[in-house]
Each structure stands twice: as structure tokens, then as C-alpha cells.
């Protein structure tokens, strides 16, 4: 049974644990054995041990988040209203893991792209990077970190300086994190780097300035680039939303390739299940994270979430995308007036209850690993046919 | 019954300097009465510049160089200034993609309907207020709560729902939908089509959709076009181009398409890239990315035939068994 484990400030003031941030995925017989393990402070020995009844640690966390709440405040005039785009979000992701974060625009799914980064700074929460808190990072420690998160964005036009040409994009990371020790080398790199993005001949590609690419090709560029400096976690916002419908699988298919490769985790955000899907199942497995206004409402593994999803939302992704009709929202739902906590998808919510307008509902577990922040979770079949 | 909409042997194209390139290279369509009919293109298909030319709107450097557009008969392209202005939204409308700004931020929604009235003549506040609360309620939109408020207090599903509300105010018998669901989800994207079928539906009148995305077709489109480079590839009834298509770039852009059951092999991207636009290419547009490509292919650019009845073409092996093999 593989656990995946998320340590919280509570958890570690009880069991009095020092390295406390990590979040590990661990092969155990049972609980009771995870338990034990836990307890026996063993988690930062990557060998396997037999004395405390588990098989084999999995991996180690390279970035998590802890209650993170990130508020816009905006003003109009005099006024001023905020958004909140992150909502008490918890999130890890684990060495070589891929992780799809699905939601819509308005979800939060690109902030907390930002957020890993360290593009965004959190109103409250913590990130951290490898265990340590992000914000008090000072110096080498800090770059290293900046580093090692990268993030490849949607939109493959803005991501590349017009007036660069290919060469000049690709040399200028590489330099700057002193990666290679000349100039010359940086440009031997790159060649190579193009074309194993499949951009051949990579001298050709060099001397292009963006104009003179496709989007597909610009992409390909902003990958090189991406992994030219040897992250170990890319953000991937969107990465083909903006490239033609008939290309985006080689895209994804050359992300995968290179993460056989080096290793890197996948944080892969997108509103499109089935790419989800393709990309988590050829890249061998991974976890789903779906968001909505701002917090998870479901967590798992890619399978057992399109098998059997157990959040409404969810639910209406996976009917739509399989060309189904969505359930319509309860009819008395219309201009509803919610009180001081309410589920944020209640509006459109086939099934809402009374309790889903008075009370938010938590994330808690429904089966192991499999987690959903509904009242009805479990009670519904939510399975798509 | 004579058709609504009928392109001739449409060609456009943009010039800068000495280079000049085709965006739209002889294309025939045609547009039933009552009916919707797909656009698929890709980037550098053509399909903005066809929306662009049946609303009357190509301006340089894009230049109309041959061809008729027939709308209830009357050719487009034969109108003068003045008679377009009042063609415009009167008898073809279109809905921009709302992610587009195609709203004003400092004008409420009911301001941007009293616009588009008072342009057209229609100046008695009760009829405009009439004619607003009817069309933001048509598009499942509560006016006493819209109407007052800003583009930027309105989601994106809301903002497509009032452009959309926007383009029928003037009643007209063909409306152009460009893109209309990108930056929504899923959920929304189905919700918008729905819409739009069933107000089609109700009023009789003719839609001209426009995607890049052919799985957003299936369910919505009466008929579907697959646009490449310029050129007519294929046409028929929706069920037929997505389960039984004769050209191949519509059979490698179907194979293209990841799903969320069936098997994650058999995906595959279509070979090469877009080609690009700057660069003339002979015969068949698509034969430098083709596996089924012969000699004839690269000196001879093949029109539509028909296949079967109702669904055309333009491959030189459509007929043929190769096909079949590509299929599998």
C-alpha cells in the first residue's frame, strides 16, 4: 500500500519531530506500521528498514504548502474588493512526481503555479522548498531554490523576448547560474538542447528570432530553456492550451520524455481532463489535485479520480469531457444567498443540501488517499456511465 | 430552397512589402437556412479571415482577390460602404471570443445594448430597455442584476453570455460564433453551446461556428468544414466527418485527440508543423506533412469531390483504399 504522507505543524508538536516538513510517500503493510515508522522518527533515512514494518520510501517532498491564502485586494475609486485566489490550500509534490492540477480560470490553479515559484508572495501559509521555509531563505540558499522551480507558461509568445534571438534566450540562463564556463559552451548546449527538443538542425534554430517560429516551436524553445538549467520541479501552467490541437501530444509527449530522463518533477496544470489523463497515464501514474474558487476540492490518484470521482465538480468535468451532459444545478438554487460559510460550488450543484449552504465543507479522506471536500462525499455514485 | 450564405471561390490575402500570401485560396462553402455549420481550422487555416470576409470587413493589407459572397443572394463583396454598415448586425452578427475585450470596461451592459441600438436607429428608451431585458434573459442572464454592472464584475461564461445577446439584438439571420469558448472549462464551454443550439433552434436562424477545437463539434454542428492552409479539406454532416472522415488531415487531427477512456496509445500529434504562411507551397496544402503524399500531390492541389452523398473531399486518394489504412 503506498501512503502519502503530509506532515502538519500539529502533527509534528505532538510526535515531536524536527525535520517536519516533508511530505513522503512510503510502502507499509498497514497504518499501524505508518504510525510506528512516524513515530520512530525514521522518515529521513531514505534506506529501507524492516524494523519498523515498511518496505521502501518512495520520495521525498520538493515543495509543499501549507495553508496557503493568497488575497488580491483591488481598488475601484474608493472602494476596494478583494479576490481571494488561494483559499487554505494545502499541496505537496514529491521527487520525480507528476502532479495534474485541473480547475478552471478563477480556480487558483495559476496563482499556486505562481506561488511555487516564487512569483507570488502568500498573504498567509507557508511554502517550502525541500523542507525549508521559502521566506527565509537567504543568499545561495535562495537562488538554489529559484533555481531549481521553473515554470513553463502558456502563452508561448510573451515568454520569449522578441528581440533575442533563440541563442541568446537559451545562453542567458545557463550563464547566469554559472552552469557552464563560456560563453562557447553555453552555445554548444543549447545546440543540443534543441534538438533534443526536437528542433533540428539546433545551429539552424539558434540564430531564429522568435517572429520566425510557430507557437509549437516557440514552446519547444521555452522547454529548452526550462530544462537547461536542471530543475527539479517545472511548472507546466497550461503549457499546450495555446498550441494547435493536432500538436499537442508531441509537446507533452517530449515533456515526458525528458522527465524519464533527468527526473524533474510535473506540476501540470490545465481545464482539460483528457490531457490530464494521457499525461499521467503515459507518464506512468501520478496524483490529481482539482481546484475550485480558490481551494481542492479532490485529491488522488489520476485513476481512482476518473474511475471514481467523489466531488460533484469533479463528477462534471469528467461527464462533460466524456461528451456528456452535465447534471443540471438543483432549480431552487437561483439567487440563493449564501451565509458566512458556504460551499463555493453549491450554485451549481446538482446535489446541495442544506448544510452545503450554512457550512464549507473540509477536505478529509475518503478512502485511502483519496480525498474530497464534500458533505455528501462517499454517500454519492458520482461514476461516469 | 436557396441557401442563406453561399461563398464562391473565395480568395484573400495579405500583402506586406513584395510578399503577398493566400489566407483563403478558392474557398466554397455554403450556409442552409436553419442550420449550423463547423469551421475547424488550425493556426494559419484561414478561418478568422473567412469570419472576417462574410462580415464584410477585409481591409489592407488584406485584399479580396476573387470571388462572390452570397448572402440571401445579394453578393457582399459587390456592397457599398454605407449599405455594409447597415448589413452589419442587421442580417450577419458576430460573437467575438469574450476573453477578447470585446466589451468596453467603462460602459455598463445595458450601455453597450442602448450602443448598438441607437447606432441602428432604434432611439426609444422603452423599446431599447424592452429589447435589452429580453435578450440578457434569452441568454440566461437576470437583467435586473446585469444590466447595471461593468465587464469586469462579469465572469467569462457571463461576458460570452452577453456578447452573444449582444450579436441577436437586431434579429439578424446569420451569426458568426469566433472561438467562443476558449478560457472557459469544460463545464461552461458545454453550457455556451447548448445555448446557442437552443436559441438557433428556437429562431431559425443559421450559426457559422468557428474552433480550432473539432471535439467541441460533435452534438452541436448540423454540419462540419475542415479547414487547412487556406483550403476546403472536407465537408459534411458532423457524424460522418468525426466517425467516417475521406481526408487525411481530418483522420490525423481526430488521432490527434487524447480521450478520457480508450487507450493512450494510439494518440499521436500530426507530423511536422503549420506550414508557414510566407511560403508558397505547390500542390496539395497539406502533402509535405501527408503519409499517404504521391508525386501528384505535390504538383496538383485537388478540389472537393464528392464521396458519399452530402460529404466532399479534396484528397487525390479519397476515393481510394489507402485510406482505410490510414484509418486503422
Known sequence: MLYHIGFTVEAAARTGLTEVWSTIRIQARDTESVYKYILAGEYGNMSSSSSTGFNEVVSQSVMELVDAYVRFSVRRGFSTYHVDALRGVNFGIGKGEIVALIGESGSGKTTLGR???????????????KGREVSKLKGKSYWEYRRSVQMIQQDPYTALNPSHRVADSLTAPMMRWKLVNSKSEALRRAERLLETVGLTPGSEYLNKYPHQLSGGQKQRVNIARAVSVEPELIVLDE???????????????????????????????????????????????GRVVVMYAGSVVEEGEGRDIIRSPLHPYTATLLRVSAGLRPTPAAEDNRGRRPGPSWCRFAPRCPYAVERCWVEEPRLRVVSHSHRAACHLAGTLDLRIQ | MDPLLEVRNLTVSYSSGKASVKALNRVNLVVESNEILAVVGESGSGKSTLAKAIMGMIKPPGKVEGGEILLQGEDILKTDQEKLRRYRWERVSIVPQASQNALNPTMRIAEHFQDVLRYHGVTDQGKIREITRSRLEEVGLDPDRVASLYPHELSGGMKQRVLIGLALVLEPSLVILDEPTSALDALNQRLILDLVKGLQRSKGISVLFITHDISLVRGFADRTMILYFGRVMEIAQTERVMSDPYNPYTILLLKALPSLTGSVEGVKSIPGEPPDPRFYIKGCKFHTRCPLAQQICAEVDPDLTTVAPGHLSACHFSKSDVLKSLKA
Do not use: C, N, W
Open chain 1, 115 to 129: 506561488v511555487l515559484v516564487g512569483l507570488q508572495p502568500l498573504t498567509s501559509g507557508k511554502v517550502l522548498y
Open chain 1, 239 to 285: 503549457p499546450v492550451t495555446m498550441i494547435d490541437v493536432s500538436l499537442r501530444i508531441g509537446i507533452l509527449d517530449l515533456l515526458l520524455e525528458l522527465r524519464g530522463r533527468l527526473g524533474t518533477s510535473y506540476v501540470f496544470t490545465t481545464h482539460d481532463l483528457a490531457l490530464a489523463r494521457y499525461f499521467l497515464e503515459k507518464g506512468g501514474g
